[in-house]
């Protein structure tokens, strides 16, 4: 089993849809989670970044973790085709470093 | 722009050959990592350096090799290169442990026939 548990996809919503991805784990001493996102032929790039359990909330973007489940999710709000990208979810002990990722959700937006 | 760049773009190397991928990090990016992206997977930590020293190692065997210099820039090297090691190599840097963001390069892709 893996210690970082995330859906594939293919996910395709229409424009202006409310996005949820999440990712499962299995590792207690992860402590920091951060979610990226990866266009075709580049680098994943930092949307969001917690630490510990809670909310936090960027523009369209929500970030949430809950520790006693092993449970983090991303939403995205009022979503728009400039969305449509792999959306990987990373986690660490020691912050934004050594990461463990999960194996990226396709997301697609509908115009 | 992230301000990390790498080099090659791409790379075709044979089973059992040896490969050196470059990497350009901003300056001031004491600490840099390798993450290996294998088709439709999410990337793998193979190693991270922070002043010149390997301060942390993933799961991958000791033919994968790196080194930080002063000016920077880092060397992945892979030697005895295995099928499954085609894959997108990133790299990525960042200020220092208390530095909140990790920026990426856009990869090498590597390919081994």
């Known amino acids: 089993q893996k210690e970082v548990e995330q859906d594939p996809g293919p996910l395709s919503v229409p424009e202006g849809a409310i996005v949820s991805l999440n990712c499962t784990y299995s590792n207690s001493a992860f402590q920091y989670f951060m979610w990226y996102r990866q266009y075709s032929r580049k680098g994943p790039e930092l949307l969001m970044y917690?630490?510990?359990?809670g909310n936090k909330e960027d523009g369209r973007f929500t970030a949430q973790v809950d520790k006693s489940s092993k449970y983090i999710s991303l939403f995205i709000r009022d979503s728009q085709p400039s969305d449509s990208a792999t959306y990987l979810c990373?986690?660490?002990?020691?912050?934004?470093?050594?990461?463990?990722f999960g194996t990226g959700t396709r997301l697609t937006i509908i115009p | 722009e992230t301000g990390v760049t790498q080099s090659p773009t791409h790379l075709i190397k044979t089973r059992g050959q040896q490969v050196t991928l470059r990497c350009s990090s901003q300056s001031g990016h004491n600490t840099v990592s390798w993450y290996q992206q294998a088709l439709g997977q999410g990337p793998q930590f193979i190693f991270q350096?922070?002043?010149?020293?390997?301060?942390g190692r993933g799961n991958f065997p000791p033919r994968f090799s790196g080194l930080q210099f002063p000016n920077y820039s880092s060397e992945l090297n892979v030697n005895a290169l295995e099928l499954d090691d085609s894959a997108l190599y990133l790299c990525?840097?960042?200020?220092?442990?208390?530095?909140?963001?990790?920026?990426f390069g856009p990869g090498t892709r590597l390919t081994v026939l």
């Open positions: 990373a986690m660490s002990p020691w912050g934004n470093e050594k990461l463990t």
């Open positions: 990525a840097s960042k200020g220092g442990p208390e530095d909140d963001t990790q920026y």
């Open positions: 350096y922070y002043r010149e020293e390997e301060n």
């Open positions: 917690t630490y510990s359990s």
